[in-house]
């Protein structure tokens, strides 16, 4: 949904609708003219190829295809969001440069968080080499897949990381939540770098662990949202949970913990689809954050499900 900005006539309506109208193009919604645009800020893109994608599982065997724009951009109009940030799933260049080209053809995909090595020596030179690519707005490592829980503050890593301010790159943390320690320490070295962390750092939803507010992950969560760089992806909460038995009040003590912490102004929704269809739909990914919501102001709905994205990622047409 869009709000229409013109003096008086403060409506809701749909992007649908404004197509049709042809009258707002993506460029003007970012202008500071007060439209917002619906941006979901975390989804991936594959062609399937068992070898290269061995995370997928076989109890995943519902991502074990292909998941391109022609199946995502349904989903993201049906839902009422009018654009989305493709990130990096596989670790590579290639991988970088196959959602490069998506983002080219399609326009609904603003924004890119790509992969590159960001321990390697030649690192300046390889981003200077992908600044050329408007929509690549910041990158991702699987830290979470890494046996040191110390990776994120390893010298070379953090050599990588100094580098992306000068290229006005966002880093996208991607942990669990034992590896929240490292993170709050590299987060607190680069002030002026733009950090966010996904999927709220990955808490144990599943198993009917409670979180209470004096819980480690909670405790860590306000530790790391006390660094005013540093955003939080409100997405992949399902995935976390029990994929067949999740119920919408299992997540209420971890989305307390990340409003606390973070408040409206640094918190993005995030469908982290189609990895959210292990444990439900597009729909219902949505629909745990939007009824999460439902009592706060429009205002910072709004920010959550797309200005707050906008502004951390840069994002424009
Ligand atoms: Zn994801």
């Known amino acids: 949904m869009i709000r229409d900005q013109r003096p008086g006539a403060l409506r809701m309506v749909s992007s649908g609708e404004l197509a049709v109208l042809g009258i707002v193009t ?8 007060g439209i917002a645009l619906t941006v979901d800020s975390h989804q991936h893109f594959w062609r399937y190829d068992p070898a290269r994608d061995s995370w997928i599982t076989d109890e995943m065997s519902v991502l074990k295809c292909d998941f391109l724009p022609a199946d995502l951009l349904p989903e993201l109009s049906a839902n ?20 490069l080209d998506l983002a080219q053809r399609h326009k609904p995909i603003v924004g890119v968080v790509g992969w590159l090595d960001l321990c390697a020596r030649n690192l300046p030179e390889r981003l200077q080499y992908f600044s050329q690519f408007e929509k690549l707005r910041g990158f991702r490592h699987i830290v979470q897949a890494e046996p ?3 990776f994120l503050i390893r010298t070379d890593f953090l050599r990588g990381i100094g580098c992306l301010a000068e290229f006005h790159y ?17 987060v607190a070295k680069f002030p002026g770098q733009r950090f966010v962390v996904d999927h709220i750092a990955k808490p144990p939803v599943k198993g009917g662990e409670r979180t209470g507010t004096s ?11 006390a660094n005013a760089n540093v955003y939080c992806k409100l997405s992949g909460m399902i995935t976390e949970a029990d994929w067949r038995h ?4 299992d ?4 989305l307390d ?6 408040g409206p102004d640094r918190l993005m929704f995030g469908s982290d689809w189609p990895v959210c269809l292990l444990a439900g739909t597009y729909r219902q990914a949505k629909q745990l954050i939007a009824d999460y919501l439902r009592d706060r102001r429009d205002t910072e709905k709004e920010k959550i499900f797309g200005a707050n994205a906008a502004r951390f990622y840069g994002l424009k047409d």
Do not use: N
């Open 148 to 150: 040191d829980d110390r």
């Open 251 to 254: 997540f209420t003590p971890y």
């Open 80 to 99: 009422g969001m009018d654009a989305c940030v493709a990130v990096q799933a596989d670790q590579s260049e290639k991988e970088t440069l196959f959602l």
């Open 170 to 186: 966002t880093y996208d943390i991607l942990i669990y939540a034992k590896q929240l320690p490292a993170a709050i320490e590299l």
């Open 246 to 249: 999740w119920r919408a009040e």
């Open 257 to 262: 913990v990340a409003f606390e912490a973070f």
């Open 215 to 225: 819980s480690e992950w909670a405790r860590h969560m306000r530790e790391i949202a």
């Open 26 to 33: 993506v460029a003007t919604r970012f202008q500071p003219s």
